[in-house]
């Protein structure tokens, strides 16, 4: 159980265009599903905690209008790159939070993004 | 605020020896600490929770310790197997009483044959 799915698994784009990344929850309903990016060894960087039906929470110096989240379900969230440049090209990954076992996130498999 | 120090370089270990990671953080102590595992280029999966008011906490061949004193937590992989190498992550929330988790930058573990 508690399975998050990400698509499209990879992405290549030119720069100045809009991709949109989604991640599901197959079998639980996420109360809260956060975005993450991580540059090649790195760690992890939470860009925005979502929460279904309400606006998404952005961490300091991620911009709210190049990185739009929409939360429309319990168990569907989309991250949109807007107008991407090659800077964004980076992996994102999406987590989901469960209402029944707090404290615990499942992560997704990750999207590659590159921009060109 | 919070950070979090683990070892950057990679361990490298003998098949069937303990491998020993460490994660040390600043700043105030965390209501819990998890470690999770995360294999090139996949998403990363939780492996275990630890609470402050605990001391150890098993899980097959994995055990985590965590010394609020100390401000540091030990991950221990009894028995390493090849299939074990990996980066393992350590994570904190992000504030005293938050969700949001904040992540080392992991170390790299790679067990040998």
């Known amino acids: 159980g508690a399975v998050v799915s990400q698509h499209p698994s990879w992405v290549i784009c030119k720069s100045g265009t809009s991709v949109k990344i989604e991640c599901r929850s197959l079998?639980?309903?996420?109360?809260?599903m956060f975005w993450y990016r991580q540059f090649p060894k790195q760690s992890l960087m939470l860009m925005a905690t979502?929460?279904?039906?309400?606006?998404?929470?952005?961490e300091q110096g991620v911009e709210k209008d190049k990185f739009l989240i929409n939360h429309a379900s319990l168990t569907l969230s989309t991250l949109t790159v807007t107008s991407a440049h090659p800077e964004d090209s980076s992996f994102y990954i999406c987590s989901a939070e469960s209402g029944s076992r707090l404290n615990e996130q499942f992560f997704g498999p990750g999207t590659r993004l590159t921009v060109l | 605020s919070q950070k979090i120090e683990q070892n950057s370089e990679a361990l490298n270990i003998q098949e069937g020896k303990t491998a020993t990671l460490t994660c040390n953080y600043t700043n105030y102590s965390p209501a819990y600490l998890q470690w999770y595992r995360q294999d090139p280029g996949r998403g990363p999966v939780f492996l275990l929770l630890i609470r402050e008011n605990e001391k150890e906490k098993r899980k097959e061949r994995l055990k985590v310790t965590f010394d609020t004193t100390l401000k540091q937590s030990l991950f221990h992989i009894t028995a390493s197997q090849p299939a074990d190498s990996a980066t393992y992550l350590c994570a904190l929330p992000l504030k005293s009483g938050y969700n949001k988790l904040i992540f080392g930058a992991g170390t790299r573990l790679a067990v040998h044959p």
């Open positions: 079998d639980f309903q996420a109360t809260t």
């Open positions: 979502s929460n279904e039906g309400s606006k998404a929470t952005y």
